[in-house]
């Protein structure tokens, strides 16, 4: 519905400014954008060689999460997986945790890409959780779909980024790094 919010390649990239506002790197502190959803990811083969990478933002327009557009049956992995049928492994590096909100329900449809896609592995590394506190009228809904897409483990591993992927997220998906970062 919104093709602008899917970035492959080189195209993916996002300035410095923008991941250090997102992600609220290189202090684990909070983001200093907290509508904006920022996902990068790869695909990789059964060998681990990575097929693609790119990343996907939230639409604020249609109100629809990063995974929702990924995960959503005929979303974008659904066309990249059947396009490309020796996608063994998908890792997805964000600023926030999936949710499981009644209008998203980005783990449901996670849940069911992978019901679909019964050999593809999973690993979700985020920055902060996503409306997991207790002020949050959906903190409960939300803790137990986290928990639930965590049991299937080792198939999908759901983890915060650790502070070793910096230099990867820095190298690989952002441009304009000063070098005293790097």
Known sequence: KCPYHIRTGEEARVPYVEFHRVFGFPYRS??????KHLLFYELRSFSG?????GHATNCT???????????????????????????????????????NE?????????????????????????????????????????????????????RVTLQRLPGGMWPYLLCDFVYSTPESTL
Not at 30 to 35: K, V
Not at 103 to 130: A, D, G, R, V
Request: charge should be negative; charged fraction near 15%; hydrophobic fraction near 35%.
């Open 30 to 35: 909070r983001a200093t954008l907290q509508n």
């Open 49 to 53: 060689t990575v097929v693609q990478k």
């Open 61 to 99: 327009d249609q109100d629809n999460h990063p995974e929702s557009m990924l995960f959503g049956v005929g979303g974008y992995l659904d066309a990249v997986t059947d396009a490309y049928e020796n996608i063994g492994c998908i890792i997805l590096y964000s600023n926030y945790s999936p949710c």
């Open 102 to 154: 009644a209008y998203h329900c980005c783990i449901s449809k996670i849940y069911n890409f992978l019901l679909k896609y019964p050999e593809i592995t999973l690993c979700i590394y985020f920055s902060q959780l996503y409306h997991t506190e207790d002020g949050f009228p959906t903190a409960a809904w939300n803790r137990e779909a986290l928990r639930s897409l965590s049991s299937l483990w080792p």
